[in-house]
T-cell receptor
């Protein structure tokens, strides 16, 4: 079946540290992955995406790495700020390409 | 502002009542979907649509109906509400091969 999961439910870091959030997926045929940020009481917000023909993609303070060999995805946040505190989800597009499949999320807590 | 609009934001229902959660997008996206989010869990797919007149079931479709008569609107109907349907519901839209934009959610409580 298709499933996406995250390694750790919570991650606590100090302001200014770099954060790494990990995700494992099971469908080797998946070709499109997205990281979302969800703040309390709000809907998921798109952060960055990556397609299977890439290993790495960078945005503003964020980098996504894709390792297709071990079916692993990670989100790196540089110089983490208190405003980065949220739940982070990885998601993959289902086999038909018609909807997202989400993992359970990692709660990032940033202390100053 | 362009985006996905969900109404209402909050709703309390009695067991057995029916209601419709509204979702509208103004980005001309062909793909739309409904998810529910329960505490400690990720988002689970209820129903999705790839265009007007085309819908299909997701992971947890029981107790919910959808229709897609226009590109803009994708309402979710609860036929006979049950306490197990207490959740936060999110609607999302996308064009093929791109990330989904989410609405701000409807928090539903069934008593």
């Amino acid at each position: 079946g298709e499933s996406v999961g995250l390694h750790l439910p919570t991650l606590s870091v100090q302001e200014g540290d770099n954060s790494i959030i990990n995700c494992a997926y099971s469908n080797s045929a998946s070709d499109y992955f997205i990281w979302y940020k969800q703040e309390s009481g709000k809907g998921p917000q798109f952060i960055i995406d990556i397609r299977s023909n890439m290993d790495k993609r960078q945005g503003q303070r964020v980098t996504v790495l894709l390792n297709k060999t071990v079916k692993h995805l990670s989100l790196q946040i540089a110089a983490t700020q208190p405003g980065d505190s949220a739940v982070y989800f990885c998601a993959e597009i289902n086999q038909a390409g018609t909807a997202l499949i989400f993992g359970k999320g990692t709660t990032l807590s940033v202390s100053s | 502002n362009a985006g996905v609009t969900q109404t209402p934001k909050f709703q309390v229902l009695k067991t057995g009542q029916s209601m419709t959660l509204q979702c509208a997008q103004d980005m001309n996206h062909e793909y739309m979907s409904w998810y529910r989010q329960d505490p400690g869990m990720g988002l689970r797919l209820i129903h999705y649509s790839v265009g007007a007149g085309i819908t299909d079931q997701g992971e947890v479709p029981n107790g919910y109906n959808v229709s897609r008569s226009t590109t803009e609107d994708f309402p979710l109907r609860l036929l006979s509400a049950a306490p197990s349907q207490t959740s936060v519901y999110f609607c999302a839209s996308s064009i093929r091969g791109h990330g989904y934009t989410f609405g701000s959610g409807t928090r539903l409580t069934v008593v």
